[in-house]
Structure formats: C-alpha cells, structure tokens
C-alpha cells in the first residue's frame, strides 16, 4: 500500500463518517484504530494532514457535488492502487460501529460500485 493511498483511505473515513450527521465515540475509536493500524510513512506528520483533512471534510460536507467528487476521486484513487478491499473493510468497521444509517449504507454500496462494478 503506498502512502497515496492510505491518504486517501483516511480522507475517506473522515468523510464518511460526517455522512449521517452524527459522530459517535464509537466511530471514533474504530477510525483511530484505522489510522494507526494504516501507518504512516510521509514526511508530513500524521497531525498535520489529519487537522488539514478535517477542515477540508467540514467545507466539503454541506454541499452535496463536493461531497459526491470527493468521494468518487478518492474511491478511484484507491482502486487505481489496488486497496479497495482494506478501505471498504475499513469503512463498514467505522460507519458500522454506532449501527449504519440509511446514508451511511448507500455511502458503503455507491463505494462498493464504483471498485466492484457489474
């Protein structure tokens, strides 16, 4: 796995689980293990890109086609590095662990669709 994508494995999760409105502790625990377990091997330190990631989230999040670019050119970054299978696991750990919500399951099956299409 390069570092471009597990960036965008965590960009990913971030937005995601803004998707319901309504963060959880249990969302947080899973996403923070995600993190970890995804290591981190760029000269820009985890904090920073994490601080610089939410901001970008949070001005992304209240418009509906910024969202769905988001989501789709981060989803086609990690196909085009072969990691679909780790970031949906990862996804349904996080969005799952507070119990899916009708937007989180149609985030999972839109992202389930663009790496397993047909």
Not at 95 to 108: I, K, M, Q, R
Request: with cysteine.
């Amino acid at each position: 796995m390069t570092q471009e994508s597990r960036q965008a494995i965590i960009e990913l999760l971030l937005l995601s689980i803004y998707t319901d409105d309504h963060l959880s502790l249990a969302e947080d625990a899973v996403l923070n293990q995600a993190i970890e377990t995804l290591n981190w091997e760029s000269e820009e330190p985890r904090e920073e890109f994490l601080s610089q990631t939410f901001a970008l989230v949070r001005e992304t999040h209240p418009d509906t086609a910024k969202t769905q670019e988001f989501f789709v050119s981060r989803a086609q970054a990690i196909k085009a590095e072969g990691c679909q299978g780790e970031a949906l696991t990862w996804l349904t750990k996080v969005l799952g662990s507070d119990g899916f919500s009708a937007t989180e399951t149609y985030v999972l099956r839109k992202l389930e669709n663009i790496w397993y299409p047909g």
